[in-house]
């Protein structure tokens, strides 16, 4: 059976996301979504502080220029005027025509017009959101002004079949890969698969946008508007929209919502846990696409509120058969409630790089988000370095959380919040053993925390919680180094908890290796270094540790997770008396087993890597693998690698195999210094391959399944995306992604040049947020 994909199978309420979180106080349900545009509709993607411990808020996915440019009212001549032009004019003569009038009036007069002149941008911005429907009506997914010519026309550009076979198998997408490849290189108004140009080529919009799959062509273009950001995928029972969605008009008011986080004194633990209470229960709960709220230190400073600025989660999708959930997210969707000053885009070089890269790591079996497809919005500039074309890539990972969704909630002293994110995740994402979620239950307002009393709340999971992010973590990045990719930028809103590598940015795979190689041109200092990366991970754990200090020793001390209320309601000293007793007891052993874990799956990574078997951790480091390290450093690590796996298995000398492996891998040639050092490590080698009980031909071909014969050059993303920007080259695109697909076959014909190392490895990277 397959779905569209606005009746995609959701995660069951009770784990969801929406169900278990705080939303935010000026979005309280999805059906502010359709009653927000009533009231202040810009609020959807004003920036602001998102209070009350809000995780999240619901937003639609919105990809406009930003700053807004919509055409000016009224503007019968279609001289393209833009609104904006068309106000300040207006501005200008206002102030010619009241120049006669006092202060006051003049005050008085200009703050109509404000409100005038907003409530033009307002009613625009209406249009593009989610309408109420007529009595008995469905609701439209695509709202008026998403079907006119204010709404980008778009274009799938790259697909990956391996996430959806292996992701979302179930998901209707049509003919969409076939489609986008059979247009490569054409351009022209049946070339877009979403928007008004593809509308008025097909003679209407796709039909059924919430049923089953129908014809290829028509679930092509359901799955093309959806990935587009263009259509909202809401699910809400017209009689729903009143009574739920009234609170997030009446909420609001301009003062809280620009004011700052409002201070947790002034919060209850009641209202937290109603609030849960009645939406876990509610069977019918409307469901909406929403972005995450979280901080972050950014190159060691604290930052404050980041949060999901130009991502949208869709869907928390379910595949039953796998029993595994998968949050479908679009990044460069437009702006969100934490855009701060951006514009919610995103480059279509930072997409493709993103979907190439995410592709390439799971094939290498690194944990790491998925990236289903690339959608490129030709017609709409975006200004970075230069000014360029966007795109959205539709992105997959179980969880989206972060470490910095603890931090901001600790930081913010939202007790409440930390708890309930703690419980979600040790419960839900991590399925510890014990943990209650205690959402369901009541306040315990007696503060009687001497009591160990447990009838009523779970097992402690902080500790375990801390360890697993930890270790999962640990993993992740052992392989980074064995492997050679470098993030860019391990600010620990980037780090996800689930241990998977997510927001790929100005990240690069290592060729010349050099272990000081830092591939973030604005990373000045070197912190986000090749060589840096685990010190920076175990920096990420020590914020995590601190924002969860407080639990850790309350969990110690009573042997039995905190009920609602008991962490919000203590006083500060009392809270820093837990801290002190859980940062104590737990930061440095669990430091300890991050080092350790580290250095352990990083050994075992290329002890795999060599085909040979571990002869004690020592042996391992110092004789074998450091000084292999030491051996590449100006050699291309790709190449030297893929060499290597031919040395098990070779006629020549060792001497004459070390002269060619050197000539082989270097980009210029090196001296005979290095092919000393070459001769003697592989007669180290040598001896660690004939310990191996296997013979030399398994060990070469296990090597040739461990060392791929690929790596993502940035020469060759840079290559990939000019021939997409420029001359729609999706077919080069398919080519780049089959090999990240499958890395450790053999290069041929054409693909034989994806071993040249090319220019250098920092040339033309993306900024961070391109
Ligand atoms: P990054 O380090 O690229 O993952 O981004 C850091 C923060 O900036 C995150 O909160 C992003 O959501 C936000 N951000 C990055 N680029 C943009 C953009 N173009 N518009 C709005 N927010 C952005
Ligand atoms: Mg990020």
């Not at 209070?51 to 503007?75: I, K, R």
């Not at 106000?87 to 206002?94: M, N, T």
């Not at 010519?149 to 997408?173: D, I, K, N, W």
């Not at 040598?686 to 071909?701: K, T």
Request: net charge negative.
């Amino acid at each position: 059976m397959k779905y569209r994909p606005l009746s995609l199978p959701r995660v069951p309420a009770a784990q969801q996301v929406t169900a278990n979180l705080l939303a935010d106080p000026v979005t309280p349900t999805a059906g502010a979504l359709v009653a927000m545009p009533v009231g202040y509709p810009s609020l959807l993607r004003r920036a602001r502080f998102v209070q009350n411990g809000a995780h999240f808020s619901y937003v639609s996915p919105l990809p406009l220029l930003f700053p807004y440019e919509f055409p000016a009212q009224n503007d019968q001549q279609g001289d393209q005027t833009t609104l904006g032009e068309q106000q300040k004019s207006e501005i200008q003569a206002e102030q010619e025509q009241d120049s006669d009038l006092d202060d006051a009036q003049r005050e008085e007069k200009a703050k109509a017009n404000a409100v005038r002149r907003m409530d033009q941008i307002e009613d625009i911005l209406r249009g593009y959101e989610v309408q109420i429907p007529a009595p008995g009506q469905k609701i439209d997914p695509i709202p008026p002004r998403r079907r006119g010519s204010g709404c980008p026309s778009a274009r799938v550009v790259a697909f990956s079949p391996e996430c959806h076979t292996q992701c979302l198998p179930h998901l209707a997408v049509g003919d969409v890969h076939a489609w986008l490849l059979a247009n490569s290189g054409k351009e022209g108004p049946d070339t877009y698969s979403s928007g008004p140009i593809a509308d008025a080529i097909a003679g209407g919009m796709p039909s059924q946008y919430g049923e089953e799959a129908g014809d290829d062509h028509e679930a092509r273009r359901a799955f093309s508007d959806w990935a587009a950001g263009r259509a909202v995928p809401l699910h809400i029972q017209s009689d729903q929209i009143n009574s739920e969605s009234g609170p997030g008009v009446q909420f609001f008011n301009e003062a809280d919502a620009n004011e700052g986080w409002k201070k947790p004194a002034e919060e209850t633990p009641e209202r937290y846990s109603t609030e849960v209470t009645k939406r876990v229960s509610d069977k019918n709960r409307a469901y909406g696409p929403y972005s995450l709220r979280y901080g972050g230190h950014q190159f060691g400073e604290w930052a404050g509120q980041l949060g999901d600025g130009r991502a949208v989660t869709l869907v928390e999708a379910w595949d039953a058969e796998s029993q595994q959930r998968w949050e479908v997210q679009l990044k460069g969707a437009g702006r969100t409630p934490f855009s701060r000053f951006g514009d919610g885009l995103a480059t279509l070089k930072s997409s493709l790089r993103e979907f190439l890269a995410s592709e390439y790591m799971a094939a290498l079996q690194i944990p790491t988000s998925r990236s289903l497809a690339v959608t490129s919005l030709p017609d709409l500039p975006v200004a970075r370095e230069s000014l360029t074309s966007a795109a959205i890539a539709m992105r997959i990972n179980p969880s989206w959380l972060r470490i910095g969704n603890f931090q901001i909630h600790s930081k913010r002293q939202e007790w409440e919040s930390v708890r309930l994110l703690g419980e979600f995740v040790a419960h839900d994402l991590m399925h510890l053993d014990g943990v209650k979620k205690s959402s369901t239950s009541s306040v315990d307002h007696s503060l009687s925390t001497d009591s160990t009393d447990s009838s009523n709340s779970g097992k402690p999971w902080s500790e375990r919680l801390i360890r697993e992010v930890a270790l999962r973590n640990a993993r992740t990045c052992a392989l980074w180094q064995a492997y050679g990719f470098m993030h860019g930028v391990l600010n620990t809103d980037n780090i996800c908890l689930l241990g998977e590598t997510i927001d790929y940015g100005p990240y690069g795979f290592m060729d010349v290796f050099d272990d000081a190689q830092i591939c973030n041109h604005s990373d000045y200092s070197g912190r986000y270094s090749y060589r840096m990366q685990p010190t920076m991970i175990l920096y990420a754990i020590d914020q995590l540790l601190e924002s969860l200090a407080p639990v850790l020793g309350f969990e110690d001390i009573h042997q039995r997770a905190p009920r609602p209320g008991e962490l919000l309601l203590a006083d500060d000293s009392q809270r820093a008396i837990w801290a002190d007793h859980g940062m104590d007891t737990f930061a440095e052993s669990i430091r300890d087993q991050l080092k350790n874990t580290l250095l352990s799956e990083w050994a075992n990574a290329w002890l795999l890597r060599l085909g040979v078997q571990s002869q004690g951790a020592s042996q391992d480091k110092s004789q074998l693998i450091d000084p292999l390290v030491d051996l590449l450093t100006g050699l291309d690590m790709t190449n030297a690698l893929r060499y290597l796996c031919e040395f098990p298995t070779t006629d020549k000398t060792v001497s004459s195999f070390a002269k060619d492996w050197v000539d082989y891998a270097a980009r210029e040639s090196l001296s005979e210094n290095k092919i000393q050092s070459a001769e003697a490590w592989l007669n180290e080698y040598s001896q660690w391959l004939r310990a191996s009980p296997q013979s030399a031909e398994d060990i070469a071909s296990h090597m040739r399944r461990k060392n791929p014969a690929f790596t993502l050059r940035n020469w060759i993303t840079d290559e990939a995306a000019n021939r997409l920007e420029f001359q729609q080259d999706t077919a080069f695109v398919e080519q780049v992604r089959k090999r990240c697909v499958h890395p450790f076959d053999d290069l041929q014909g054409d693909d034989i040049r994806f071993q040249d190392i090319g220019s250098e490895l920092t040339c033309n990277l993306p900024s961070c947020s391109s």
